[in-house]
């Protein structure tokens, strides 16, 4: 007598592969880097106004500058800061920019992530610019304050 055996895909139904929801924080941390390429284009777009600029450069410079706060190596605090600042920016530049050059900043960073560029080279380059200059003018500023004080 031989026993009948269900065929094997009514044993072990195939599994359908559905793509994997992502975690909270990796979302989180994708709009975070997206809104720092919007930043980025927003400073390079030339009809941002020029206050908008000053605000981009300086959260683009912070984000970027190996010199900060908070060191973004210690664990959580580390990237506080940057999260702060980050916000801070955007929403100032969200308010002070016209509506057009922010969503044309949007389209062009989504592009740009989507290509795999990477604005870092060119960022960390402008960065260390801007803090070797704002690092000089303040040498400067201290060595004339202290010539003129004491000598």
Known sequence: ????????????PRVEQTPRKQSRWKTNTERLQREVVVVWFVLKNPG????AK???A???A????????????????????????LSIGVWLI?????????EEAKQRAELALR???NIRPQAVRVT???VAVLWLLITIAAFFFVYRRYL
């Not at 007598?1 to 072990?12: D, I």
């Open 94 to 102: 969200r308010v002070l920019t016209p509506k057009q050059i922010v």
């Open 128 to 130: 260390t610019i801007i």
């Open 54 to 56: 000053i605000i981009s």
């Open 1 to 12: 007598m031989q026993m009948e055996t269900p065929a094997r895909s009514n044993v072990f």
């Open 115 to 117: 290509q795999g560029e």
């Open 48 to 51: 941002t106004p020029w206050y």
């Open 58 to 60: 300086c959260v683009a």
């Open 62 to 85: 912070y984000i970027v500058s190996p010199v900060q706060l908070i060191p973004s190596f210690i664990p959580v605090i580390g990237f506080l800061d940057d999260f702060v600042v």
